[in-house]
């Protein structure tokens, strides 16, 4: 086989043969846009937690994330409040909000029981509303790049009565969201 080389120019080092390409070195496989793509910077991550064992999962996944990626993790506790009727034709009670000193040492034992170091944890915050929009609200507000969510696994009538929090948050988050499933192969060890 002959090639057609221009003056100065030396003979290839690797021959090939017709139909196939010689091996290339990593930096000559980049892609040339390959410096002006955006890198996505995982600084805060929002986790939602119920204190049920699929939050405690995700929280699990969460402080994977932080640690890999030197981010901070936010929990948020959502309280819905649930009327309360004495009786069929008095006033509707809202029940008692807990009281932020009782949130703050739950929070305290999951990070404790879940070996969570205090330095990943930036904020933990107990907030009112509907669970969905107390979530994506505080995204918003927090500018999560990323929320970490668990499922709760219902199926069938109970998935129609209860709703999916998870599925909600999915709809209107203002940034990507990672959904953590009760049951699935784990992905971490302990």
């Not at 994977?64 to 981010?71: D, L, R, V, W």
């Not at 703050?104 to 944890?121: D, G, M």
Request: contains cysteine; proline residues 9%; positive net charge.
């Amino acid at each position: 086989m002959k090639t057609n080389l221009k003056p100065g120019t030396q003979e290839p080092s690797a021959r090939t043969r017709p139909g196939k390409v010689a091996a290339k070195s990593q930096s000559q496989l980049r892609a040339p846009n390959e410096a002006r793509q955006p890198k996505w910077e995982l600084r805060n991550i929002l986790v939602p937690i119920d204190f049920s064992e699929p939050s405690k999962k995700a929280l699990r996944y969460a402080t994977y994330f932080a640690k890999q990626n030197g981010s901070k993790i936010t929990l948020l506790h959502v309280i819905e409040p649930m009327p309360i009727y004495p009786d069929a034709a008095g006033p509707v009670i809202m029940a008692p909000d807990p009281s932020p000193d009782e949130a703050k040492k739950a929070f305290r034992r999951l990070c404790e029981e879940e070996h969570v170091e205090a330095s990943l944890i930036q904020k933990t915050l107990l907030w009112m509303g509907t669970p969905h929009h107390e979530i994506t609200e505080a995204a918003r507000e927090l500018e999560a790049d990323l929320i970490i969510i668990a499922t709760n696994g219902y199926a069938g009538l109970a998935h129609v009565l209860l709703g999916s929090t998870t599925e909600r948050v999915v709809r209107h988050a203002p940034c990507p969201v990672l959904v953590v499933r009760e049951k699935e192969r784990e992905f971490l060890r302990s």
